[in-house]
Nanobody, 123 residues
């Protein structure tokens, strides 16, 4: 069974940084796009970033310039480096494995999802 396990969330003050990790098992991620999404309380899940099979990255406007998505295929792991965090970044962050290697901003283009990791940014 494919499993994605996020880690690295926590409580940080505004302006701080976190590095989220997503370890995959049951599937080699090398040929797949990997994405990060987030969901704040009372809000719809929203796209954060993806990295396609060749390493091309895309970011939501809300995090562009502050977040960096990367992957280490040998470790079967994807990362999200988050800098200059603000309270609006508070959410549960989910990683997802894409149905293809192309990458997408759409949730429907991801086949597997992690359980989420909580990121809380205090004022």
């Amino acid at each position: 069974q494919v499993q994605l396990v996020e880690s690295g969330g926590g409580l940080v003050q505004a302006g701080g940084s976190l590095r989220l990790s997503c370890a995959a098992s049951g599937r080699n991620i090398g040929y797949s796009a990997m994405g990060w999404f987030r969901q704040a309380p009372g809000k719809e899940r929203e796209f954060v970033a993806f990295i396609n099979w060749s390493g091309t990255t895309y970011y939501a406007d809300s995090v562009k310039g502050r977040n960096t998505i990367s992957r280490d295929n040998t470790k079967n792991t994807v990362y999200l480096q988050m800098n200059s965090l603000n309270p609006e970044d508070t959410a549960v962050y989910y990683c997802a494995l894409g149905r293809t290697g192309s990458g997408s901003r759409r949730s429907e283009d991801y086949a597997y999802w992690g359980q989420g990791t909580q990121v809380t940014v205090s004022s």
